[in-house]
């Protein structure tokens, strides 16, 4: 059985760091996507960032480019979201991905747990 178990996020200040992982077992993601969606209440689930199976491409929403880094290790079947000045607007429950694409708009197989990230002014 397929699992993703999610760490990292809490509170922090505007223009602080924060870093999500997510670690999974059941199975081997090393021919998936991986990636990370975030949802905040009253609003849509949106798209954050995604990297291949190889890890030679990323994508990002646009919000979060420049601030953001994704990263795997197959050998650990991780994924890694490094957050770097943080902004309000961030706040949300982010969730990793995993599945043959990873992009806005895409059905996802497996979601992590969701972690809350919260940013404050």
């Known amino acids: 059985q397929v699992h993703l178990v999610q760490s990292g996020g809490g509170s922090v200040r505007a223009g602080e760091s924060l870093r999500l992982s997510c670690a999974g077992s059941?199975?081997?993601?090393?021919?998936?996507?991986m990636g990370w969606f975030r949802h905040t209440p009253g609003k849509e689930r949106e798209f954050v960032a995604a990297t291949s199976w190889t890890g030679r491409t990323q994508t990002y929403a646009d919000s979060v480019k420049g601030r953001f880094t994704i990263s795997r290790d197959n050998a650990k079947n991780t994924v890694h979201l490094q957050m770097d000045n943080l902004q309000v607007e961030d706040t949300a429950v982010y969730y990793c991905?995993?599945?043959?694409?990873?992009?806005?708009?895409?059905?996802?197989?497996?979601w992590g747990q969701g972690t809350q990230v919260t940013v404050s002014s």
């Open positions: 059941g199975a081997s993601f090393s021919r998936y996507s």
């Open positions: 991905a995993v599945d043959t694409v990873v992009q806005a708009g895409a059905t996802i197989d497996y």
